[in-house]
């Protein structure tokens, strides 16, 4: 029998690493992996324990990204650094059969550069790249499946520029500032097992056999062992994936896929006591108001909200701001919005002090209810891009565009099988966040109303520890209150904290282009 993976209370002296066992059913598993040092290492696992398969479904995958700190069979305790690709080529040395598929567009584009890596070697008959190529819609998904019977939801790309730890440094040389402008990045992964992964494997499939860059000579279609379930999927899983997809991405759903919208519509519809969020963006005019109608409905009602000042894509800084201030929840008394610093001494005395990047998709609703995965809560990831514009002209030309996108919902109340282990595992996926976030005080928190005012209470000891140049003497995490000024230290004004050189140093000072463009975005397309 196996069993569920979930991460322990906050109390334990790890929030990841000493992971207490609980059931869902028989054949369910799920482990949370909070930041994406545990994403990676966790993919090296499930690639060395592969036997026959591994389905890959990345939005880009980077032949030089690196894995830090991997279990080494050379003795107890021992580790090593590790470039996924070359796990990869090992795998198929061993005789697995590997397939990724990624995003091809003029927007990212990582299928050229990794098929260069693949001739070099003699891994190319049993290790196949294919891309999607759907402008402006974007593979979005990110999967990894092992002999159908094993998988990974990530929560970002296979480039170095994703990878961190727990303890978000400042400044880290394994954190190159290629992608976010050297910003640490939280991110959120989930790795399961049971019925889930065959509705993995079945999405998968559909995707690489209609891909459209499928070379000479390849492989007939693609056929998971698990076949697709007669009539409507069930809906009363405790585990249930959940999917986003464009118009005629496969001659099976011609009008595409909107399955996470509803899903998370639902759960929010169902909130009684705390609705937690943290996400990369809160675009979204669906879900800003299903939040606004929960908040009326419900009294006691309290919304706590992790997200970007500066998104890596600008144009969410003025959609969400906007979104947040005329839904009325900027100042609304039971919602708390909230961003995530970074801070860690200097051998000199001073401190650093720099964002840190949400790239995690989570909600958590009364510890009863979770979903995570790649969807972001904007249009495109939910519905329609066209959706997140102000501009009718807007609207009309990006109406219907949608991305590839997967998510997993835990829901407690869904089924009676396994309904106190769901809950349990939703718990542990939000008391290990919030442990991350606001260190030992979060142990005595609960997912019940009263846990706003405490991240208040936390955010104000931030901001008078920062005041007073008391940051503390390790590398952490610090929330602070979402303000909405254009730049990292005018947010930091706005709070009545003023960084020097001397003793509080800022380290991400963006440009007038990083604050007001998407330059990341114009050099992935011109790279």
């Known amino acids: ?106 927007l990212l584009d990582t299928v050229a550069p990794l098929r260069r890596w693949l001739a070099a070697g003699d891994a190319a008959s049993r290790f196949q790249v294919r891309g999607i190529h759907r402008f402006p819609q974007l593979l979005h998904a990110k999967m990894v499946i092992a002999d159908e019977e ?26 190159p500032d290629r992608e976010l402008g050297g910003r640490p990045i939280h991110d959120v992964s989930v790795r399961l097992g049971g019925p889930a992964v065959r509705e993995l494997s079945r999405t998968f499939a559909e995707l690489w056999n209609h891909a459209g860059d499928i070379a000479p000579g390849e492989e007939e279609p693609l056929r998971p062992a ?34 996470i919208l509803p899903a998370l519509l639902d759960g929010i519809a ?18 800003i108001d299903a939040l606004v109608a929960a908040l009326a409905r419900v009294p006691t009602l309290e919304l706590i909200v992790v997200l970007n000042q500066n998104p890596d894509v600008t144009a969410y800084r003025v959609w969400q701001n906007t979104r947040l201030r005329d839904a009325g929840l900027s100042d609304h008394p039971r919602v708390g919005l909230f961003a995530l610093w970074s801070v860690a001494p ?11 990047f949400v790239h995690s998709k989570v909600v958590v609703i009364d510890d009863r209810w979770a979903m995570t995965g790649s969807a972001n809560l904007d249009g495109v990831s939910l519905h329609s891009y066209g959706a997140d514009f102000a501009s009718a002209l807007g609207q009309r030309v990006f109406r219907d565009v949608r991305n590839f996108d997967v998510n997993l919902v835990v829901d407690a109340d869904a089924s009676d099988d396994g309904a106190n282990a769901a809950g349990d ?25 009263g846990a706003l005012e405490a991240w208040r209470a936390a955010a104000r000891a931030n901001i008078g ?32 904290i003023v960084p020097d050189a001397g003793s509080l140093a800022l380290c991400f000072r963006p440009s007038w282009l990083e604050v007001h463009a998407s330059p990341n975005w114009i050099r992935n397309m011109l790279a």
């Open 346 to 356: 200097t051998s000199s005395g001073s401190t650093l002090l720099t964002q840190l």
């Open 465 to 496: 520890a920062l005041c007073t140049r008391r940051a503390g003497p390790t590398a952490r995490t610090l929330v602070l209150p979402y303000v909405t000024p254009s730049t990292p230290r005018a947010q930091l004004a706005a709070l009545g």
């Open 270 to 287: 169902r909130a009684r006591s705390v609705i937690y969020i943290e996400h990369q963006y809160l675009s979204s005019r669906r879900v």
């Open 425 to 449: 595992a939703v718990r542990s996926l939000r008391r290990a966040l919030w442990h991350e976030h606001l260190g030992a005080s979060a142990s005595s928190l609960d997912g019940e109303a």
């Open 226 to 259: 698990s076949p697709p379930p007669t009539g409507v999927a069930p809906r009363d899983d405790a585990m249930r994936v959940v999917r986003t997809a464009p118009r005629r991405s496969t001659p099976h759903h011609p009008d595409g896929r909107m399955e």
């Open 1 to 106: 029998m196996t069993a569920i993976q979930t991460a322990p209370a906050p109390e334990a002296s790890s929030a990841r690493k000493q992971a207490s066992p609980a059931r869902l059913e028989a054949t369910d598993r799920l482990e949370w992996l909070i930041d994406n040092a545990d994403g990676f290492r966790a993919f090296v696992a499930l690639v060395r324990g592969a036997r026959r398969d591994l389905w890959i479904s990345q939005l880009a995958f980077d032949a030089d990204c690196v894995a830090y700190e991997v279990p080494d069979a050379s003795g107890p305790g021992m580790s090593s650094t590790v470039t996924l690709a070359d796990e990869l080529r090992r795998a198929v040395g061993r005789g697995v059969r590997v397939r990724v598929l990624l995003n091809a567009s003029l």
């Open 150 to 175: 094993d998988a990974l939801l990530l929560g970002s790309p296979f480039a170095n520029g994703y990878w961190d730890d727990s303890t978000h440094a400042p400044i880290e040389a394994r954190r």
